[in-house]
């Protein structure tokens, strides 16, 4: 799914919390997206750098953080 936020496309991709296996830091609040936790990880989906640095620079957010970003 592409969404679009401050005029830039995103791609988001919902993570299940059974595939939730890592902590990631929220971009949004600044706290840790704890494992068993369902969330979105969001990447640049305009492939303005490349298909490789849009994958590099994917982001996990809460659900809700993203919802609100
Ligand atoms: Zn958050």
New binding site residues.
């Given amino acids: 799914m592409v969404e679009t936020r401050h005029g830039r496309s995103f791609t988001v991709q919902s993570i299940g919390a059974s595939s939730s296996v890592k902590e990631y830091v929220?971009?949004?609040?600044?706290?840790i997206?704890a494992p068993g936790t369902a969330h979105v990880v969001v990447w640049r989906a305009d492939g303005l750098f490349g298909d490789a640095d849009d994958l590099a620079s994917r982001r996990h957010?809460?659900t809700?953080?993203w919802r609100i970003s």
């Fill in positions: 929220c971009p949004g609040c600044s706290l997206v957010w809460h809700h953080c």
